[in-house]
């Protein structure tokens, strides 16, 4: 493993890398980690604020990866995604003392972006940022509890107070503003 | 939950975000097996919710959490069996011709071991194969059951969530897969009966043939009742769905008037 770097630029090489990893090849394993474990590794500690918490569930994620590479099918889209999408449900599901989930198998992505890109990527996350921190405040709220605590709608409304309706149409109006600027 | 038949955004950003009741789910996964145009939706808000998750502020790795992760990747067994080809190296040509015969030998040993080498992947590829699908099957199965039994449970709670003030009617939601003759139905503030009626599900083909009886159901204390997989023909496409009261055992044909009706969407 000596000589592969971490990046966390995403790569078209990735099913590649899958298949040694289907293979049972070890290196190819950790290039994957080195790719995308701080993404990983991030996502989980946005949720759970715990760097101990949020290691455990990096470990879990890519052990998955290794232990079930068929789990990952291609055409399911960037694995950068794919793994984000793995990590925050792992994370929810920590967070409210849930039994992993493990339905990895309805997570299907769909990109019109270019994310093996290094220069697509960036900008698109970059993006994706500004959109998010332009919210007006009370959509932000709603996804942030949405999205990163993992409150359903009505858990949402008694949290905050609002009735169910307006949490729905926060939650509507942010992932509107988020698909227009993701197809501009 | 649904306008003119499909999902709407924010409850299938909800399913994706794995925030929808057990019930919940199982009527979201059921409609998107059937419903590529909410299929396709459902893939696109994941994908707007994975850039959501991919935008999250960067943090380096705890110290040694790359080598914890090496050490124990170290002590795993391989998902499959690595191939291993080993190089021939050749050997420069001799002058006498017999000297090639030894050579040539290993030589197709050797390929013929490369060819069983390939050949024994390929099987182990496909055993690995086999048995994911086999472990998804067991899941699934698994994952059903848990939508049944939590659509059945007498204890379950029903809870239905209206806008405002406004007064709760009686509603049901039927799911319907008509190619196997599957149906679910949830249906909450219904109206107490007589202890010598009952509520009686109907099914009303498209092709104009006579309604289906579906099966009978009793609301519990709160008005909540379901159904849940009746014996229905296989096969036969929906115009509609119709709620009346029978008598206690049901009745072989509708006796009006429908008290709720809903129109099947058309695909």
Known sequence: ?????????????????????????????????????????????????DPGHAEDVLQDVFFKVWREPHAFLKGRGPMGAWLAVVARNRAIDALRRRKPSDSVDDVVLVSKTNLAAESQHKSMIEMVRKVMKALP???????????????????????????????????????????????? | MTTGGHFEQEDLALYA??????????????HLAECPACQAEFEKISSDLAMVAMSVEQHPLPEGARQRFIDRLADLPAPAAPVEVVPIRSEPPKRSAAIFIPWSIAAVMALVAVLLGLANNSVQHELAKDNYLIAQFAADSQHAQKVLDVLTAPEAQHVVLTAGKAAPVPTARAVYLASRGGLILEASNMGPLPADKTYELWV????GAPSIPAGTFRPDASGNASLVLPDLPVGVQAKAFGVTIERAEGSPTPTLPIIMAGVAPTS
């Open chain 1, 1 to 49: 493993m000596a000589g592969v770097g971490p990046s966390t630029v995403p790569s078209a090489d990735d099913d590649l890398l899958l298949d040694r990893v289907r293979a049972g090849d070890q290196q190819a394993m950790a290039q994957i980690f080195d790719r995308y474990s701080r993404m990983v590794y991030s996502v989980a500690l946005r949720v759970l604020a």
């Open chain 1, 137 to 184: 405040q009370d959509q932000q709220a709603s996804m942030e509890l949405a999205y990163f605590e993992g409150l359903s709608h009505s858990e949402i409304a008694a949290r905050t107070g609002d009735p169910l309706g307006t949490v729905k149409t926060r939650i509507r109006s942010a992932l509107i503003t988020l698909r227009k600027a993701l197809e501009a």
């Open chain 2, 17 to 30: 975000m794995h925030g929808s009741t057990p019930a919940e789910a199982a009527l979201v996964r059921a």
């Open chain 2, 204 to 207: 009303i083909p498209s092709n």
